[in-house]
């Protein structure tokens, strides 16, 4: 991401970072893969850097579309032509109230007027999110009242324009194409279950949070992950561990040993597989899966290096495998031929996933292929009314008892997801230890807290206490009220039963909490 940001910025772009931490890669960025990046001073990236109160974005956004109708600064044949619902979203944010505004934000008038500005003198504006709007209460309604400030200046379908949601994983929107998620529509199930003459269940599945819940009750008796580590990226840890420890059989598809093959059922399996970065060779010849990334391009992915053992399968492999031993009379499907020969598994995928026609040719060209998309190639927009629609949100902010912080988790610079390869994250200039929490000084002074001094995190949501214990206060400067400290480690802090509203999304931002002194 930052070395798009990077290119960004040397073509003329203009950068403003909006965080409760003033992280030193978005302001200046020495890009790692060239020489320049290592010698020299990097490049300036932010113009501007907006230390915003956890949770505040929603009212930021709210204030922004404000200014920007007051100021006539909107693209009214755009929003008369293609969208609906612009009346009432003028009407909620004409009630901007601007002390309301600053307290949630933490930002001063002034900054947001700056800003505004910055939206009006540009021709065409992306902005871009990841977590850290994702994992909040109102994230969807946070995320709507970016989309409604894009509409406002007709950034969607223009060229260099647009919503950019940040995803961490090459393959997280790939795995949604493909059919990946518990809640698939009828239309793609139909189409499934005619390419290969079964009946696809009905039935919706579970997500993350759901299926912590059904671990606290005891009614999950097989657990399959596939990649990742379960035991520790979700919420309620303590609940997890003990539900998968309650499991019959617990399986584990894994290039890596993590903390969850640790956590087993009764009876546990740990399959190691070949990582997408390993050479893959079947009796077919050397084989490639296909990647989609957050912008919709697809491109094939051929491993290079050679396997850490003989005997280890792929992913593609393992899946073939299992569904030929377990339900082999179930439909049409030549389970060992998709082993063998990848390309007929995307002869497949073209007859059944929409934008995935003519697959195999499409994705051999250089590059692979970008997707197709409506909003973005045509300004269609595939709702109700063919409209993009605005919305109309009430505003929600966090407020905190006295005594208490805002907790945001996050990730080091020496880790990935929830793999940690050290223990320094020289960003921020920690070595040596994990298990630090970040608050600002002055709120340090109002809590009698001393930098360095060694606290337990506890959160508090619905009546509950979370404890976190042993973490080393770092005086840092984020925002007033606001702390952070390292994930995995602090998820025992979250609750499953706490997530945002109509996503469902564990909330991983803006947790309630309180420091007290480690005995």
Same mark, same amino acid.
């Given at each position: 991401?930052?070395?798009?940001?990077?290119?960004?910025?040397?073509?003329?772009?203009?950068?403003?970072?909006?965080?409760?931490?003033?992280?030193?890669?978005?302001?200046?960025?020495?890009?790692?893969?060239?020489?320049?990046?290592?010698?020299?001073?990097?490049?300036?990236?932010?113009?501007?850097?907006?230390?915003?109160?956890?949770?505040?974005?929603?009212?930021?956004?709210?204030?922004?579309?404000?200014?920007?109708?007051?100021?006539?600064?909107?693209?009214?044949?755009?929003?008369?032509?293609?969208?609906?619902?612009?009346?009432?979203?003028?009407?909620?944010?004409?009630?901007?109230?601007?002390?309301?505004?600053?307290?949630?934000?933490?930002?001063?008038?002034?900054?947001?007027?700056?800003?505004?500005?910055?939206?009006?003198?540009?021709?065409?504006?992306?902005?871009?999110?990841?977590?850290?709007?994702?994992?909040?209460?109102?994230?969807?309604?946070?995320?709507?009242?970016?989309?409604?400030?894009?509409?406002?200046?007709?950034?969607?379908?223009?060229?260099?324009?647009?919503?950019?949601?940040?995803?961490?994983?090459?393959?997280?929107?790939?795995?949604?194409?493909?059919?990946?998620?518990?809640?698939?529509?009828?239309?793609?199930?139909?189409?499934?279950?005619?390419?290969?003459?079964?009946?696809?269940?009905?039935?919706?599945?579970?997500?993350?949070?759901?299926?912590?819940?059904?671990?606290?009750?005891?009614?999950?008796?097989?657990?399959?992950?596939?990649?990742?580590?379960?035991?520790?990226?979700?919420?309620?840890?303590?609940?997890?561990?003990?539900?998968?420890?309650?499991?019959?059989?617990?399986?584990?598809?894994?290039?890596?040993?993590?903390?969850?093959?640790?956590?087993?059922?009764?009876?546990?399996?740990?399959?190691?597989?070949?990582?997408?970065?390993?050479?893959?060779?079947?009796?077919?010849?050397?084989?490639?899966?296909?990647?989609?990334?957050?912008?919709?391009?697809?491109?094939?992915?051929?491993?290079?290096?050679?396997?850490?053992?003989?005997?280890?399968?792929?992913?593609?492999?393992?899946?073939?495998?299992?569904?030929?031993?377990?339900?082999?009379?179930?439909?049409?499907?030549?389970?060992?031929?998709?082993?063998?020969?990848?390309?007929?598994?995307?002869?497949?995928?073209?007859?059944?996933?929409?934008?995935?026609?003519?697959?195999?040719?499409?994705?051999?060209? =250089?590059? +692979?292929? *970008? &997707?197709?998309?409506?909003? %973005?190639?045509?300004?269609? /927009?595939? #709702? @109700?009314?063919?409209?993009?629609?605005?919305?109309?949100?009430?505003?929600?902010?966090?407020?905190? =008892?006295? +005594?208490? *912080? &805002?907790?945001?988790?996050? %990730?080091?610079?020496?880790? /990935?997801? #929830? @793999?940690?390869?050290?223990?320094?994250?020289?960003?921020?200039?920690?070595?040596?230890?994990?298990?630090?929490?970040?608050?600002?000084?002055?709120?340090?002074?109002?809590?009698?807290?001393?930098?360095?001094? @060694?606290?337990?995190?506890?959160?508090?949501?619905?009546?509950?206490?979370?404890?976190?214990?042993?973490?080393?206060?770092?005086?840092?400067?984020?925002?007033?009220?606001?702390?952070?400290?390292?994930?995995?480690?602090?998820?025992?802090?979250?609750?499953?039963?706490?997530?945002?509203?109509?996503?469902?999304?564990?909330?991983?931002?803006?947790?309630?909490?309180?420091?007290?002194?480690?005995?």
């Amino acid at each position: 991401m930052l070395s798009h940001l990077e290119k960004a910025k040397q073509a003329g772009a203009t950068i403003v970072a909006v965080n409760p931490l003033p992280e030193p890669g978005l302001i200046r960025f020495k890009n790692p893969q060239h020489v320049s990046g290592w010698l020299g001073h990097g490049t300036a990236l932010a113009d501007e850097y907006l230390q915003i109160r956890i949770g505040g974005d929603q009212a930021l956004f709210q204030a922004l579309g404000h200014l920007l109708i007051e100021a006539g600064a909107i693209d009214k044949e755009f929003i008369a032509r293609h969208t609906s619902g612009f009346d009432a979203y003028r009407a909620q944010v004409s009630e901007v109230d601007w002390p309301t505004i600053e307290t949630a934000t933490g930002l001063a008038r002034a900054d947001i007027e700056r800003l505004a500005a910055l939206f009006i003198r540009s021709k065409a504006t992306v902005v871009a999110w990841a977590m850290g709007l994702t994992q909040h209460r109102e994230a969807v309604a946070t995320i709507t009242d970016v989309v409604n400030v894009l509409l406002l200046q007709g950034n969607i379908g223009k060229p260099g324009a647009g919503p950019c949601p940040v995803r961490g994983h090459s393959n997280v929107q790939g795995d949604r194409s493909m059919g990946v998620w518990e809640q698939m529509p009828d239309d793609f199930l139909d189409r499934l279950g005619s390419e290969f003459s079964f009946e696809p269940p009905r039935q919706h599945g579970l997500d993350a949070a759901a299926t912590v819940h059904r671990l606290r009750d005891g009614s999950v008796r097989v657990f399959l992950g596939m990649g990742g580590n379960f035991a520790m990226a979700t919420p309620d840890t303590p609940v997890v561990h003990a539900g998968l420890r309650a499991c019959d059989l617990t399986v584990h598809v894994s290039t890596k040993l993590n903390r969850s093959h640790t956590v087993t059922g009764r009876e546990a399996l740990i399959l190691p597989t070949l990582g997408r970065t390993d050479r893959d060779v079947t009796s077919a010849g050397v084989q490639a899966v296909t990647v989609e990334d957050s912008q919709g391009a697809v491109h094939l992915s051929a491993g290079k290096l050679l396997p850490p053992a003989t005997s280890l399968r792929s992913e593609v492999a393992i899946v073939c495998g299992l569904a030929a031993a377990t339900v082999p009379d179930v439909g049409e499907i030549p389970w060992a031929d998709f082993a063998g020969d990848y390309s007929l598994v995307r002869d497949r995928i073209a007859r059944v996933v929409d934008g995935y026609e003519e697959f195999n040719a499409r994705v051999a060209a =250089p590059g +692979g292929f *970008l &997707l197709a998309h409506a909003a %973005r190639d045509r300004r269609e /927009f595939r #709702t @109700t009314d063919a409209k993009a629609q605005f919305t109309a949100n009430r505003l929600h902010w966090l407020t905190v =008892p006295p +005594g208490r *912080l &805002l907790l945001q988790t996050m %990730r080091s610079h020496d880790q /990935f997801n #929830t @793999t940690i390869y050290g223990h320094d994250d020289r960003y921020r200039g920690v070595h040596g230890t994990r298990r630090v929490v970040f608050v600002n000084p002055a709120d340090l002074a109002s809590l009698g807290i001393g930098d360095g001094q @060694t606290v337990d995190i506890i959160s508090e949501y619905d009546g509950t206490d979370r404890r976190a214990e042993s973490f080393r206060v770092v005086a840092y400067p984020t925002a007033r009220g606001c702390c952070a400290a390292y994930y995995p480690e602090t998820n025992v802090l979250m609750s499953a039963d706490d997530t945002a509203r109509s996503s469902n999304t564990p909330v991983a931002k803006g947790l309630t909490i309180r420091l007290e002194p480690h005995l």
